[in-house]
């Protein structure tokens, strides 16, 4: 293990380099229940206060460099509209967006967050909680440990993830708003389960969870299959989110249509690789 870790995360509370301890284990079984569940697990306190005040300070450093996209959108991130498709259609939703990223090739070469992302230890503790392996960092150089910003009145409406699996670090919390909701396992490989998601575009709120996420910790979440949103932003405090992730397929990177509307642009792999991808999502 390299030593600069136990200055990030916990490592009393938890020994994430010693997967084999009980006090490890018991977490573990403990994320993987909800994950299960809920598609969604909370580890409270994971990362160190220095670490926090570390990594605001690197966002704030290049917060003029964060790319800020305020199209509306649909659930599946497209913001063209397809005429040939029912009216009731939830392609046919589109929704206001006003959500940042610090992409994460702009990093410095010592990010704390690049970093810990690259540090072995993390990746076998989320794909010990998922109970999925091998899981990979995601090839995307854009997305793959970005900074999240949500200024006032900023919102991020209801989407899927195009990664299986996303790690939140909550390193600001607004005045108010700003809250992660998510309908756990609304849609599948091969089935998009579109009349239920139209419902929760519609205002259903059967399904719909929330979740309290405060600085330092840490969210596990499958957002390939739950349909999720953050909430208004409201008062003057930005809300301020790192969100690594992890994916299945080591090879994959985000679609240049994505890529251009979320992240601002379009780098040659996102053409080399644009391929149809294998889970038969619509996204
Ligand atoms: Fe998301």
């Known amino acids: 293990m390299n030593d600069r870790l136990k200055t990030i995360v916990d490592l009393t509370k938890y020994p994430i380099h010693q997967l084999s301890s009980n006090k490890i284990k018991n977490i573990i079984k403990k994320c993987k229940k909800e994950l299960d569940q809920y598609s969604c697990s909370t580890i409270p306190n994971f990362i160190l206060p220095k670490a926090l005040n570390i990594m605001n300070d690197e966002l704030e450093k290049q917060i003029n460099k964060v790319f800020m996209s305020n199209k509306s959108i649909n659930p599946y991130l497209n913001s063209k509209d397809d005429q040939s498709l029912s009216k009731n259609h939830p392609k046919r939703t589109f929704m206001e967006r006003d959500n940042g990223y610090l992409n994460s090739d702009l990093f410095e070469k010592n990010s704390e967050m690049k970093f810990l992302y690259e540090q072995e230890e993390l990746l076998n ?21 970005a900074y999240n910003v949500m200024k006032t009145n900023g919102i991020l409406p209801w989407h899927f993830d195009s990664c299986e699996f996303t790690l939140s670090i909550m390193i600001q919390k607004p005045d108010k708003g700003g809250i ?5 396992f609304i849609r599948e490989p091969g089935n998009e389960n579109y009349d239920e998601v139209k419902k ?13 996420l405060e600085p330092g910790d840490l969210q596990i979440f499958k957002g390939r299959f739950a349909l999720h949103r953050v909430t208004r932003v409201e008062g ?12 299945l397929d080591p090879w994959r990177v985000n ?19 644009n391929q149809a991808r294998s889970d038969g999502l619509a996204d």
Do not use: M
Request: aromatic share 12%; with cysteine; glycine share 4%.
């Open 236 to 247: 003057n405090r930005p809300r301020y989110l790192c969100i690594p992730a992890y994916v």
């Open 125 to 145: 503790f989320v794909s010990a909680c998922l109970g999925v392996a091998p899981i990979y960092r995601w090839a995307d150089p854009l997305a793959c440990h």
């Open 255 to 273: 679609t240049p249509e994505h890529s251009k509307a979320i992240y601002g642009k379009i780098l040659p792999i996102h053409i080399e690789r």
């Open 180 to 184: 992660f909701e998510y309908c756990p």
């Open 200 to 212: 929760v575009l519609d205002g259903d709120r059967t399904r719909v969870r929330q979740l309290k």
